[in-house]
């Protein structure tokens, strides 16, 4: 066992499945000769050379699209975009060709890819470079959707995304690149589509994930404070959602909170709480709450960002709100 930063474990990662695979590669904007925008693969290209870790034009439809050729051929890429804002000018390469090749050839072509790389707000960087695209790309069929909260389980995550056989889009968070955490040595593979209960709890369940999940932390230490025993369950895969941990928790707790850092509207958090109210209605001691961004672009002035994204304060007052405490 050993501590490092998420950034760190995500290196760990693509070294690993890069020393086991020599299908695996990289390409992106900076990832080789500068290390990376954020160090995620620094030391790769002198390990690994310049065949296997691709310094690419500015260009995510080119290079994108490259990586859907190079996955129907037998490669496993791993494209890093810089920030998934960028990931936008690819949508065409990522919806209509990567997601559907297995559908559209009839099961003849595999798509092994990961799309990697920051989601959601960095500090002070207004509106083109804030957004959260989980619930975008859940909404397609054909793509797994992941994204961790510690450095654990992004090195846990990131090598089974690795070793999948579908296109799988991975959303790292830029605010915590540096958090650090006790990652497990030796192999340690975190499933796809499987959740995990970061603190048990008996009076309401905080759904959260990414950089949600710190906030919902530090609103359970809060809440604890006056009575209120919180459960963390953090799903790590978007798509597909682990409903079977989902439903254990809500039989336990009868209420529920759902925490995202995108928008309000038509937020993954809407999709959540439809399939509790949906399958684990009857077990509901009161409304689902949820605590998302809100429905403007995000500013570029620091007090403006803070009201516009989650906080421990929104957490904790959802909480009471849901345990009929506030």
């Not at 421990?312 to 849901?322: P, S, W």
Request: with cysteine.
């Amino acid at each position: 066992m050993a501590v490092m930063e998420m950034k760190e474990a995500i290196n760990q990662a693509l070294k690993e499945e890069m020393i086991r695979d020599e299908k695996v590669f990289i390409l992106g904007e900076e990832v080789a000769e500068y290390n990376g925008a954020y160090k995620v693969t620094k030391g790769l290209l002198d390990h690994f050379g310049p065949k296997r870790v691709i310094d690419t034009p500015i260009s995510e439809t080119g290079f994108t699209g490259l990586a859907v050729g190079a996955a129907m051929m037998g490669l496993r890429p791993v494209v890093e975009f810089m920030s998934f804002n960028f990931s936008f000018v690819a949508f065409d390469q990522i919806i209509s060709n990567a997601a559907k090749m297995y559908y559209m050839s009839g099961g003849l072509f595999n798509i092994p890819m990961v799309m990697r790389g920051p989601n959601g707000a960095g500090p002070r960087v207004s509106s083109q470079h804030s957004h959260n695209v989980e619930s975008l790309y859940a909404h397609f069929p054909g793509l797994r959707v992941m994204s961790p909260s510690n450095p654990a389980d992004a090195k846990g995550m990131l090598k089974s995304a690795i070793r999948c056989n579908d296109p799988v889009i991975f959303l790292e968070n830029e605010l915590a690149y540096s958090l650090k955490g006790e990652v497990p040595d030796g192999e340690n593979l975190v499933p796809i589509g499987k959740g995990d209960i970061k603190r048990e709890g008996t009076d309401v369940t905080i759904i959260a994930w990414s950089r949600m999940m710190s906030l919902a932390k530090a609103a359970a230490e809060e809440l604890a404070k006056e009575g209120i025993n919180a459960e963390l369950l953090d799903p790590r895969t978007l798509k597909p959602l682990d409903m079977p941990l989902i439903a254990e928790s809500v039989k336990k707790t009868n209420r529920v909170v759902v925490v995202e850092e995108g928008h309000y509207f038509c937020g993954l958090g809407s999709q959540v709480a439809e399939s509790i109210y949906r399958d684990l209605f009857d077990y509901l001691d009161a409304p689902i709450q949820r605590i998302a961004q809100g429905e403007n672009p995000m500013p570029y002035a620091a007090n403006l960002e803070a009201a516009t994204l989650p906080s421990v304060e929104k957490i904790v007052k959802a909480a009471k709100q849901a345990a009929y405490r506030a």
